[in-house]
């Protein structure tokens, strides 16, 4: 088994549980200490550390500096969202994306059953033949979007902002037909 495959289960176990995918969320806009994750989360400082301690071991946070708590050190960690799901020669896998598509697809109805405005939602799902001019103007869109939603994130409740969700899965699809499905 090569250090990837070993890289590859550790961001897949560390990706698995949905309370570590909440902290990602929440660590890509602020860099929070275990007690601060702890409490936005509503869990034990215990529990968050546990948690905060598996992302950071599998490479999916970085300690963004400490600072001074009552006579000891916290740690406040930050997500590197740039640099997710990378291996060493710097591009992303096939099976990270696997990986990624999947705890993704299993987290959506969660985030949606905490949604808030029904006239706040754009659903979309197309399975589509166009000119790769378009494709390609598509996939820049969504890109700029999911870059933007990550670069502007604030801490949680940060006075003027809202809570929100961006899911997105966009890819070329193959050529042949599979015929029926």
Known sequence: MSLGDD?????????????????????????LSAAEVARELGITQANA?????????????VIAGEEQVRGGR????????EELFRDESGTTTEADRQAYVSVLAAAIPARYAEHADP????????????????WQEVFDLVARASHLIHERAKPPRTA????????????TMNLENKGTR
């Open 160 to 171: 003027g902002t809202i809570r929100a969700n961006l899911s997105v899965a966009a890819f």
């Open 74 to 81: 916290a740690k406040k960690y930050r997500h590197p969202w």
């Open 49 to 61: 550390s546990y948690h905060l301690r598996f992302l950071l071991d599998a490479g999916l946070l």
């Open 119 to 134: 006239s706040g939602q754009l659903f979309t799902d197309a399975e589509l033949w166009v000119e790769p001019e378009v």
């Open 7 to 31: 890289r590859r289960r550790n961001v897949l176990r560390a990706t698995a549980h949905p309370l570590r995918l909440q902290m990602l969320s929440l660590l890509t806009g602020a860099e």
